[in-house]
């Protein structure tokens, strides 16, 4: 489903990383493009919050890494910090539909996510499903990179695309409603089709996460 804000390339603050000590409760979606199915993350590795490895699979790509936050978070601003780092061969990356016909966007990119629910979908209760408007790419060349959002409606679009400062009552309903909160990962064009890794793997090790 295309969103209609582009990505807006965000300052990659370099930062010591803030270990979790371990999270427990997040969970991976991976999307064929059809389905998003969730299932419990691996256990984190030591210094993380989260520990996402990215879909290697063909047609298969990892599109969420969430976890609850149940509550009003409007006027909050979440924040996530993490690495992208190789463990096997000199990993390339790839977003969902990457090689589709039309244009689905240029880079693999992540931003941060809230939804007033903890499912997902990208046909069926789309308004209440919300990606920040700025994001980075996902690249392990980058090192530490964080991503900052303060839940205000003209900082998010919804999963049809609309600026929450336009469907002001869906926004502010998700995010007084607010379930789940994490990072999206898709295109710079498409939030939610996921990324994928081509000769090599790779993971996303969450260091920080923070809604405050």
């Not at 980058?142 to 049809?160: A, K, R």
Request: a neutral charge.
């Amino acid at each position: 489903m295309k969103k209609l804000i582009p990505l807006i390339i965000g300052l990659f603050i370099l930062i010591a990383a803030k270990p979790g000590g371990g999270g427990g409760g997040w969970k991976i979606f991976t999307t064929n493009l059809s389905r998003w199915t969730a299932a419990n993350e691996p256990a984190p590795d030591s210094g993380d919050v989260a520990t996402c490895p990215i879909s290697s699979a063909f047609a298969n790509y990892t599109a969420l890494l969430v976890t609850n936050r149940v509550g009003d978070i409007t006027d909050k601003t979440i924040t996530a910090t993490f690495t992208v780092r190789p463990t096997s061969g000199d990993p390339g990356y790839i977003w969902g539909c990457y090689n589709c016909p039309g244009d689905h966007g240029m880079i693999a990119a992540a931003r941060l996510y809230f939804s007033s629910r903890t499912d997902y979908s990208n046909t069926r209760n789309v308004e209440t499903y919300w990606f920040a408007s700025n994001g980075t790419v996902v690249n392990d060349a980058l090192g530490t990179v964080t991503i900052s959002t303060t839940v205000q409606p003209m900082n998010w679009s919804h999963g049809n695309g609309c600026n929450g400062s336009v469907c002001l009552a869906e926004f502010m309903a998700a995010a007084q409603g607010c379930m789940t909160v994490g990072v999206a990962f898709g295109s710079d064009m498409f939030y939610d089709l996921g990324i994928g890794t081509t000769n090599g793997t790779a993971t996303v090790h969450l260091t920080s996460f923070a809604v405050q």
